[in-house]
Every structure is written in structure tokens, then in C-alpha cells.
């Protein structure tokens, strides 16, 4: 099993920056395949925002290409992934959520980002 705890969100004015992190933490750490952050804004689906392979591939959806930064580390006993968000604008507005995959996913409990004047 992995816990996945989220922190970072809150309210930004436009063209702001945020920073998420998800620690990733139990006994199949060594089994994840690749972290997410996933987004569900308003009226839409959740959506992939970007994601970090554990060789260290990076890939992001069309609308934050160099915007949003996605990083990993690790610890002895726990996995960092941070997402850098830079240049945010309202249609980010939405609750971010850490993803992990192993032989199932893991979802943290998702984090508010506003990004509002």
C-alpha cells in the first residue's frame, strides 16, 4: 500500500505561482511506476496535468506546457513529487490531486488551487 499526503494549495491572483507537494509513503514505495498530479476544475472531468515516470520522464497536458513543472525525489522511506505552477490563470482554478500507480492507483485527497483577482 501507498499513503499520499498533498499540501500547497491555496488562492493566487493571476499570473501567480504555487507550489504543490505529495509525499508518497508505505510499503509499496518501491513498486510505484509513475506520480500525477491530476486536476478537476469546475464543470469539467478530472483531468491529467502532469505526470513524472520513476526513471524520471516527464509529460504534461497541452494547456500548462511551460507553465507547470513536475519533480520528483526520494528519501529512504518516502517519495517526494512537487508541482511548480507558474503563470497561473483562473481556468486553473480547480482541486489538484496526487496520483500514484502501482499494480493499482492511489489518490491523495486532493488540494484546493483558486487562482482569482
Known sequence: QVQLVESGGGLVQPGGSLRL???ASGE???AINTM????QTPG????LAAV???GGNTNYTESVKGRFT???SRENDRKTVILQMNGLKPEDTGVYYCNA????LY???GTQVTVSS
Request: glycine content about 8%; some cysteine.
Open 101 to 104: 500507480a502501482l499494480w493499482k
Open 36 to 39: 500525477s498530479w491530476y486536476r
Open 107 to 109: 489518490w491523495g485527497q
Open 21 to 23: 507537494s505529495c509525499v
Open 44 to 47: 469539467k472531468e478530472r483531468e
Open 28 to 30: 509499496g514505495l518501491l
Open 70 to 72: 513536475i519533480s520528483s
Open 52 to 54: 513524472i515516470t520513476s
